[in-house]
């Protein structure tokens, strides 16, 4: 079983930085191609982007590409999301998801994860 937890999360001015951390137990991280969702008030849940257990791909929304960026230390069992330039119609919840997928690749539907956090609060005011 895979447990997932994030922090991070917070008030941030529009034009701030925020950086997401998703820390993971219960299997070592390199098993897991990761990803970040995001569900803002009122919309379904969305990828914000995702990244390989080896970390060789990646992907993102097209919308953020430029402005999010995501990494992962797994000697530390951690995934980060660093989020600039950020603007108010980023709040959401952002969530932290994952699969055992040690050689595959990343994917953009949140069907395809099995283990999920419990999500952190990320409000940008204008």
């Known amino acids: 079983q895979v447990q997932l937890v994030e922090s991070g999360g917070g008030l941030v001015q529009a034009g701030g930085s925020l950086r997401l951390s998703c820390a993971a137990s219960g299997r070592t991280l390199s098993d897991l191609a990761m990803a970040w969702f995001r569900r803002a008030p009122g919309k379904e849940r969305e990828i914000v982007g995702g990244?390989?257990?080896?970390?060789?791909?990646?992907l993102y929304a097209d919308s953020l590409r430029g402005r999010f960026n995501i990494s992962r230390d797994n000697a530390e069992n951690t995934m980060y999301l660093q989020m600039n330039h950020l603007k108010p119609e980023d709040t959401a919840v952002y969530y932290c998801a994952a699969r055992v997928a040690p050689y595959g690749g990343v994917i953009r539907s949140s069907l395809g994860y099995d283990y999920w956090g419990q999500g952190t609060q990320v409000t940008v005011s204008s």
């Open positions: 990244i390989s257990a080896s970390s060789k791909s990646t």
